[in-house]
């Protein structure tokens, strides 16, 4: 049962909350201001799997939490929505720099806030279950000079992402960066499923079957996804292709205020600014290259 921090300063807003989660699955905590929020993820037993945060409070406010909680190892892979009526590009880009990965503007519709859940539900598994790979494979790739892997599905994109991951400094973060991209490969490159598309099965919590469902067409059963690793002196350089007709990268290399408020489509902004050196796109854009430093061996990044 996933654990869900929710903070309002206004009751009414936390009893709306409360029934519109009712029906779900949800061990809900509810408090009405920053500092109580605070005080309850810095319990050295607390547990949340996800934290649903008013951005305007007396006191503390959402921006103040959000940041402590970036700052603290222990809580930063937490995903936050913020819920807020301050919607104005800027108000976004801040709470989107500050780590606020999820938006939901005020008021909002029970079935809107069921599916952002679920989205960052979704993603915050897919993490952990990255970070629990990485232990499975930790003495595997210590002489690979260059290497190519080839995969079809969502699951053997998160595997592949978790083991390759290892040759990076920050394993943890790399493992999502490259696990963004592969997917992207094989949903978007391969299967032709957009963001406008992706959106709206996720509304229908339908996404993942409708993948299964592509992956199973004739036309798609030949269709892959390729990484391919290669070392020189300073870095670890990957070049993911897949079969598909490329699509317009410029529009998701930056977190976009007119997406924030989407369940999805914003991987590959996340994955440039945490996981990667550089990012480049070779036109179409079916071909990405990304880069990361080398661990020298006494455990180092190259520099």
């Given at each position: ?47 949340f799997d996800l934290v649903l945060l008013d951005r305007m409070m007396p006191g503390m406010d959402g921006i103040q939490v959000l940041t402590r909680m970036k700052a603290d190892p222990r809580l930063q892979s937490i995903p936050v929505i913020m819920q807020t009526a301050a919607t104005s590009p800027e108000q976004i880009r801040e709470g989107l720099a500050a780590g606020a990965f999820y938006y939901l503007t ?198």
């Amino acid at each position: 049962m996933a654990k869900i921090l929710v903070v309002d300063d206004e009751p009414f807003n936390l009893d709306i909350v409360a029934e519109y989660l009712d029906e779900m699955d949800f061990e809900l905590v509810m408090v009405e201001s920053g500092e109580a929020a605070w005080a309850e993820l810095e319990r050295p037993d607390s547990s949340f799997d996800l934290v649903l945060l008013d951005r305007m409070m007396p006191g503390m406010d959402g921006i103040q939490v959000l940041t402590r909680m970036k700052a603290d190892p222990r809580l930063q892979s937490i995903p936050v929505i913020m819920q807020t009526a301050a919607t104005s590009p800027e108000q976004i880009r801040e709470g989107l720099a500050a780590g606020a990965f999820y938006y939901l503007t005020k008021p909002f519709e029970g079935e809107a806030l069921q599916t952002i859940i679920r989205s960052a539900l979704d993603d915050m598994r897919t993490r952990r279950e990255l970070s629990a790979n990485l232990a499975d494979h930790a003495l595997a790739l210590g002489f690979l000079g260059e290497g190519e892997f080839v995969i079809r599905t969502l699951q053997e994109a998160h595997k592949l992402a978790s083991f390759v991951a290892l040759l990076g400094p920050q394993p943890e973060t790399l493992a999502m960066g490259l696990s963004e991209l592969l997917v992207n490969g094989v949903e978007h490159g391969n299967l032709g499923i957009d963001f406008a598309e992706k959106s709206r099965l996720r509304e229908a919590d339908r996404w993942e079957s409708e993948v299964e469902r592509r992956l199973a067409l004739p036309e798609n059963v030949c269709k892959a996804v390729r990484l391919r690793v290669l070392r020189d002196e300073e870095r670890w350089v990957f070049e993911i292709a897949d079969d598909g007709p490329g699509f317009d990268w410029r529009r998701f290399l930056d977190f976009d205020p007119e997406r924030a408020f989407a369940p999805n489509g914003r991987g590959i902004a996340l994955s440039r600014q945490l996981s990667f050196s550089s990012l480049t796109y070779i036109p179409p854009g079916n071909v990405v290259i990304v880069t990361v430093p080398r661990v020298r061996a006494g455990g180092g990044a190259a520099r």
